[in-house]
């Protein structure tokens, strides 16, 4: 059984932060990479920040810089900082288990809606 929650999310203004999490019950979840997805309408899915088990966090271009993705391995949560937040940020995010880079694991949160007036 695994299951992931996404918590964090919100409206904010151009320039503001908000710090998304991913509460994850699976077993072993340190053996997990973990990431964060964005969906904003009419666009396709896109990977926004991945995280190794190690903790080696890699990044979507346009967010490099603004956003960190980071890890509690004790709290079977990962994290996604989001700073100097910007109108194209607005989409739904999701936390995805599992996956490599270049492939999507499995499982699937339910997503977090994250909007940016300016």
């Known amino acids: 059984q695994v299951q992931l929650v996404e918590s964090g999310g919100g409206l904010v203004q151009e320039g503001g932060s908000l710090r998304l999490s991913c509460a994850a019950s699976?077993?072993?979840?340190?053996?997990?990479?973990m990431a964060w997805y964005r969906q904003a309408p009419g666009r396709q899915r896109e990977l926004v920040a991945f995280?190794?088990?190690?903790?080696?966090?890699n990044y979507a271009d346009s967010v490099k810089g603004r956003f960190t993705i980071s890890r509690d391995n004790a709290k079977n949560t990962v994290y996604l900082q989001m700073n100097s937040l910007k109108p194209e940020d607005t989409a739904v995010y999701t936390c995805?288990?599992?996956?490599?880079?270049?492939?999507?694991?499995?499982?699937w949160g339910q997503g977090t809606q994250v909007t940016v007036s300016s």
């Open positions: 699976v077993s072993f979840f340190s053996n997990y990479a």
């Open positions: 995280i190794t088990s190690g903790g080696i966090g």
């Open positions: 995805n288990a599992g996956g490599t880079y270049g492939r999507p694991g499995f499982t």
